[in-house]
């Protein structure tokens, strides 16, 4: 009877990309780093190496005709996963350029060779090694020579990566093939430029043994490296309840009557849309549901795309914000993706084990995210309220509305199918005067109020009023009075006799 072989994952040591993986990069795998220029191959192989290496299990770094290894490590000093203690101790440079240029190829696999047996590394790394195709270019035993080391480094105890600027995974270089058949795993880099946005995605075309996220994923260079912004339903856990078994405990939005109008409140793990026009209290609405949220003991975060939180806007929210009972999500990076913003909103939850998230606005969400993720907006938006219901955490969105008077919207982009509750804001005007209106449009699988209420804000908030049963054509703006359906009948007068 065969035994299963166990599959050692290591970790990354790059956030968010053990998830991409399927579970981390396998161990004594033979893996190849592709992308154009600029892209972050050399970053995210340094990146796995520092957070790899130590003593017991060195790393080898071999450079071939590209960035001198002085020249090279001034730039990656910059990073915080640097690490100057262990270079020499476990991390080892080995510059390959003088084997390389002379165009001798048995000499530079020797060399390579020499150096993995004499110092036993657990990780090897050769960038970049398609400067050995374009320097060799045209000689016979190129193929030979790519074929030899790609079984090699497949036979070695160690974890392998060739670092290469392909500039497409669909190439059909030949002398690139030997690598691409022989590789268990395939990372592509890219980056794109879309008016003056440029976004960098990752791409795991194969890593054998394991299943991986498939699709493009969002990633970004900073101080700390490369951060992969991975799916949210990756890194969320789905919560074990379900709303299609039971509705569950309710949750109160923090406005009088309100909780009324839904039947009782807000179902635990629903997700609500508050849609109306500017300045009908959308985001007052928002931080009441928050404010509510911190009185029954429970957490909160909010992702604002508009005006920060301020005093002079909203005391009670801001104080909260102040306090730690609500975490604030304001990313003001260029070139924002939804997954981008998925991560802050998990690091926020799960650092304040918060129950209740608002999303304020999603018109301004929009906005901030780069051109190019600005098309798929409604799946990804679908992707992200799924993933955070899932997990058992209840989300408010608002969502700005032009007050057309023509028809009844709930949202812009086609997403008010995507949410289990719906409030809609209106204005009307009503003897010269703008006044608002509020009706919940949907509680899923809930009885409702189906009412129109009159509302009014103040500095203590919103307070939801009576209907107004004397005034017919309320969504059309213009309300008209009533007319009695029966004329009353004339007074009879004395007979003339």
Known sequence: MTTKVTINRLSTGVPGLDEVLGGGLPEFSFNLIAGPPGCGK??????MMFALATPERPALYFTVLGEPPLKMLRYQQQFDFFDSELVNRSVHFINLSDDASAGDLDQ?????????????????????????VHANRGEGNLQQFVQQLGMLMTSWQATTFLIGEYLTATETDTEANPVLTVADGLIWLRQSVQRNSMVRKMEIMKMRGQPTLPGLHTFRINSTGLEVFAPARAVLPMHSGSNAESLGPRLLMGVPRLDDMMGGGLPRGYSILVAGPSGSGKSILAAAFLAEGARCGETGVIAVFEQRPSRSRNRVLTELIESGRVGLVDSRAPDLSIDEIVQLLIHEIRRLDASRVVIDSLSAFELALAPTFREDFRESLLRLVTALTGAGVTVLMTSELEDRYTDLRFSPYGTAFLTDAIIVQRYIEVDSRLRRVMAVVKVRASAHSDELREFSIDDHGIHIGEMLPDQEGLLGG????KRASVRPLPVAGADDG
């Open 42 to 47: 050399t970053t995210l192989a340094h990146q």
């Open 108 to 132: 530079v696999l020797h060399r390579i060779v020499a150096e993995v047996q004499k110092h036993h590394p657990a990780l090897v790394f050769v960038d970049s090694f398609r400067a050995v």
């Open 478 to 481: 213009r309300p008209t009075n």
